[in-house]
Nanobody
Framework: QVQLVESGGGSVQAGGSLRLSCAAS?????MAWFRQAPGKEREGVAF???????RHADSVKGRFTVSRDNAKNTLYLQMNSLKTEDTAMYYC???????????????????WGQGTQVTVSS
């Protein structure tokens, strides 16, 4: 049984920073961050394998950095230079096999957190 709990969301002005955390319980082979704004599809943001291999969506590359602390079984998303377009509910996801390796597709993930809201104002 895998459970994921996100935290760290909030409201910030454009250009500011936030750091999201995802505390995991159980075995997580790979983990990722997704986001979804109202009326839009869920979008893969960043991927991290258990060995530290990462992948970032083009829309956040150079601004967001995903990292993982295996000792704490926690995934992080450092978000810098935030834009109003980054406003969304951010979700942590995980899978317990290699099926989601390097994936930013939501259907490849087995487990999901409840989400944490990020709001960026101008």
């Amino acid at each position: 049984q895998v459970q994921l709990v996100e935290s760290g969301g909030g409201s910030v002005q454009a250009g500011g920073s936030l750091r999201l955390s995802c505390a995991a319980s159980g075995y997580t082979y790979s983990m990722a961050w997704f986001r979804q704004a109202p009326g839009k599809e869920r979008e893969g943001v960043a991927f991290s394998s258990i060995t530290g291999r990462t992948r970032h969506a083009d829309s956040v590359k150079g601004r967001f950095t995903v990292s993982r602390d295996n000792a704490k079984n926690t995934l992080y998303l450092q978000m810098n230079s935030l834009k109003t377009e980054d406003t969304a509910m951010y979700y942590c996801a995980a899978c317990s096999s290699g099926s989601c390796y390097l994936s930013l597709q939501e259907n490849d993930y087995n487990y999901w957190g409840q989400g944490t809201q990020v709001t960026v104002s101008s």
